[in-house]
């Protein structure tokens, strides 16, 4: 599994640094967009994107963009996220985040150049691909929707005005479908969506989609619980946890891990139909639940 | 002059309100949405869209999402330049900004859904009209590229960097062609992009915006002093003329309502080619020239 997303990381990676080179912008805000765009990460939304390209012998080179727009558009959010007046978090992957780096301005302004800049590049793209236009503007149309008002940014508020209280299990799902769950449905989706999928196609990704976002969600709460029990020193993620209502604070650590195996198997089984075609997928998902942070 | 804005402003305003009836989202972002978009203004970029659209007898139902999808781009605009991290306004419009009534997170994050809300109304109108779809998706790139990293966030950037500084002439005229000047060129192009112009249309309507863009930035500034000159309790505009160097900082005030005038009849001269279509676009840059605040 690891080759594979090394693979696709590497190939996303180089494709953002050009996509980065964009002439005649302010200097700090283009060295503040490399800085979060380069700042590493799995890229585990556009090898997501890519795999389900391939499960209907979709062209890379057509794809490929629209990945690395999706990673330009979760860059956003999190920059956005760790703002002091969202999450207040001062280190991402181990460095100092956009606005600990540049100021509270730029990373508001990075933020919103990045989401700005994910549109840029599909439309472009759209364009270089005009033979499939339609289905162009209709990948876009997912990612825009999983990234928007009725996706993502919903699951955001939601978090929000959910600190300090106690949720009911629907709560708890709705808002980890939005907050997680929607962006990497949209991965799975757009990439598909340029093949010209059937109706039980569509249906097959979105499931997997779905209860792939769940298990990632859950196993990251897992992770975080885990990870600061063996390092007592990272208070910040101390803090959040404490603040935040997630699966292990309703289930507990065992019965979360159970609910996350229980969704890698739902998502893998349903895109069986698929064929050898979904192995990447199928390894992917187990990979999203065993993986350390 | 008036009548013209007004008619555009009621169109414009009644399909803003249809397309923030969005299903399913967080109930605050929805409030927060609705309370800056619809809290007023003058509607200019989305009436320049209808109007160089019109120039060339296109279809007002065809642009007027696309004229819907600016105002929701510009709207994010304010609402993060309001920032206590950037301009920290608390007052636009006479009314409470959006981070004094919902927070900061939330106008955070209601800027960031309502720009990708732009993107989701144009892409969503551009699949309405089919047969115009390439000219649609350049018309989304023309806002796009004006919204983004190389047009406005640029110039708002370069608005942070030079707080208390000393500009040259170049620089000055920078940062006001892309704060201001690159979302309104948009503007007028997306509007006449789906019509089909030729070359020497587009420089015509390029140079328009260009002109009209910086003779807005201009009577905005002498407006802010004039304004403020009358009314003393408005110390946050005051302030805001004390940090920032503008037309009126470099020139004075005589010298830039001159620049201002010059600007908008190089405008409007080069629409004659429009012949009498070009009237409304020629009494609106008028209109921008003697408008109080």
């Known amino acids: ?17 050009e996509l980065l080179k964009i002439a005649g912008i302010n200097e700090t805000l283009g060295s503040a967009m490399n800085y979060s765009v380069m700042a590493g990460g799995k890229r585990l939304r556009p090898t997501l994107n890519i795999l389900a390209n391939s499960l209907l012998n979709g062209n890379l080179a057509e794809t490929l963009d629209i990945a690395c727009a999706i990673e330009l558009i979760h860059t956003y959010s999190l920059i956005h ?44 793209n759209a364009i270089r691909y005009a033979d499939n236009m339609e289905a162009h503007i209709k990948a876009i149309q997912e990612i825009a929707a999983g990234a928007g008002a009725q996706g993502m940014i919903s699951g955001q508020c939601g978090d929000i005005e959910n600190e300090g209280q106690i949720l009911t299990e629907r709560e708890l799902y709705m808002v980890h479908e939005k907050k997680t769950g929607a962006l990497i449905e949209a991965s799975l989706l757009s990439g598909i969506l340029l093949c010209g999928p059937d109706e039980e196609q ?12 769940l298990a990632f969600q859950i196993t990251d709460d897992v992770l975080d619980i885990v990870g600061n029990e063996k390092d007592l020193g990272k208070t910040v993620g101390k803090d959040r ?53």
């Open 202 to 213: 569509i249906k097959a990704i979105r499931i997997y989609g779905k209860n792939i976002g």
């Open 241 to 293: 946890i404490a603040k935040k209502f997630t699966f292990p604070t309703l289930y507990g650590i065992d019965e979360s891990i159970r609910i996350a195996r229980q969704k890698t198997q739902e998502a893998t089984e349903s895109i069986r139909i698929f064929g050898e075609k979904a192995d990447p997928l199928e390894k992917l998902a187990e990979f999203v639940l065993q993986r350390k942070k």
């Open 81 to 124: 996220d760790d703002l002091p007046a969202m999450d207040n978090d001062e280190l991402r992957r181990g460095k100092p985040t956009s606005h600990v780096m540049f100021g509270e301005a730029f990373a508001i302004l990075t933020g919103d150049a990045l989401l700005n800049l994910g549109f840029e590049v599909m439309l472009h």
């Open 1 to 17: 599994m690891n080759d594979l997303l090394n693979k696709n990381k590497e190939l996303v990676e180089n494709r953002l640094a």
